[in-house]
């Protein structure tokens, strides 16, 4: 049995589910972290740092809404622990690459892993929220922004020090997922059975909002533009910052790391927060708000000291992030049947999406330098000015 709220919610499982993303997003964000060393050591320019972050993400981005339309019909609960097993595989292979291709191999497996994890995870989280979408959101996400966090700190900590073969240690904390995940899995039909009874009582006496196919697909595309937009910038900071930090400030490379992983650590606060408030005042507030509020932060940051760049790159990442947990409940809000599509769908799309912008921002930072980038980066919040086309939520979405 797992311990449920009186609204439902089982927060045992949720937790588990936060762990496990921790653990998984923490192996993944061992890639970029690892960059200023595989650049030195390969000689690889920015153009090749880039294709190494597209091949990671078009990896992880191409798989999730297929695993997400089969388990739509036939739910595997136990799949997360096949996608645990190819992150594994990719991180040792990873540790004791010899060349350039045997890099991409390997992050291309780790992107494959991570395809395979996020759609059942995503509807897990569905199931054990009971009546708190936005919590259960936010403590599935702030274990994945958590963990891409923890990248820069071990890196700066062990595979500085140690060197690339050290990544093969990070292999036990995959076994850890496994277990994890198994028993989360042995979990799933109790949750959905719950969920399914929760449902059948919400309903009861109301008829429930009908979406039209033009408005689902207006939603979807504004989403989808809104999460292009929030990754192009956030992929900036994921995979150049420290070359950023380094180039600009003088930092040392475990020093960067550091700055990366508060960086990162803002978005683990930033995605529960806005989950928890999406909750109060609906999602439609929290994704204005999340979209346009960073915007005088962003323009700011290219031309100010070492010290503002800190506490500019807190903010942003801390706002920037709360809008993720209520894009994907208003997501589900559009298609409610397809909970497997999209959570495949939109953390695809974080892969995918991320990518594209890694490898434009790589083109960039060779031709114009890293601070060039930056600063074209400053405007793209302006395209969350796109959140007026969502529908609004007294047509039924994103309460």
């Not at 809404?65 to 992150?87: E, H, I, L, N, Q």
């Not at 074209?376 to 039924?396: H, K, V």
Request: with cysteine; glycine share 12%.
């Amino acid at each position: 049995m797992t311990i449920a709220t009186r609204s439902g919610t089982h927060l045992a499982v949720l937790a588990a589910l936060g762990f496990s993303h921790l653990l998984n997003d923490m192996m993944q964000s061992l890639i970029p972290a690892a960059y200023p060393i595989l650049k030195e050591t390969y000689s690889l320019d920015f153009v090749q740092i880039g294709l190494i972050t597209l091949t990671f993400q078009i990896a992880g981005a191409m798989l999730q809404p297929v695993v997400g339309m089969v388990t739509d019909r036939r739910p595997a609960p136990y799949s997360p622990v096949v996608g645990m097993m190819f992150t594994m595989s990719g991180l040792v292979s990873l540790a004791y690459a010899h060349g350039y291709a045997t890099i991409l191999v390997s992050v291309a497996l780790i992107g494959i892993g991570s395809s395979i994890f996020h759609p059942e995870a995503t509807r897990t989280a569905r199931y054990a929220a009971g009546g708190r979408q936005g919590l259960a959101q936010g403590i599935f996400q702030v274990g994945g922004q958590a963990g891409g966090a923890l990248g820069p700190v071990f890196a700066a900590l062990i595979v500085v020090p140690w060197g690339q073969p050290s990544l093969a240690w990070f292999a036990v904390t995959a076994l850890m997922a496994m277990l994890l995940l198994a028993w989360i899995g042995s979990k799933q039909r109790q949750l959905s059975a719950d969920f399914i009874a929760m449902r059948a009582r919400g309903k009861k006496g109301k008829e429930a909002p009908q979406h039209s196919s033009a408005t689902i697909a207006v939603g979807l595309v504004v989403l989808t533009f809104l999460m292009f937009t929030k990754n192009a910038y956030g992929e900036s900071f994921r995979s150049f910052y420290t070359f950023y930090l380094i180039e600009r400030f003088g930092l040392s490379i475990p020093a960067s790391q550091m700055m990366l992983f508060i960086f990162l650590l803002a978005a683990a606060v930033g995605v529960l927060i806005g989950g928890i408030v999406g909750d109060r005042i609906g999602r439609y507030r929290i994704i204005w708000i999340s979209v346009l509020g960073p915007l005088p932060l962003t323009l700011m940051l290219p031309y100010v000291d070492l010290f503002w760049t800190g506490v500019l790159t807190i903010m942003i990442n801390l706002i920037m992030a709360s809008a993720f947990a209520s894009i994907l409940i208003y997501a589900m809000d559009l298609l409610p049947n397809r909970i497997g599509l999209i959570g495949g769908l939109f953390y695809g799309l974080n892969f995918g999406l991320g990518g594209i912008a890694a490898g434009l921002l790589g083109v960039m930072a060779d031709r114009y330098g890293v601070e060039t980038v930056y600063q074209i980066c400053s405007f793209l919040p302006l395209a969350g000015l796109m959140a007026w086309f969502l529908p609004r939520q007294d047509e039924g979405i994103g309460t």
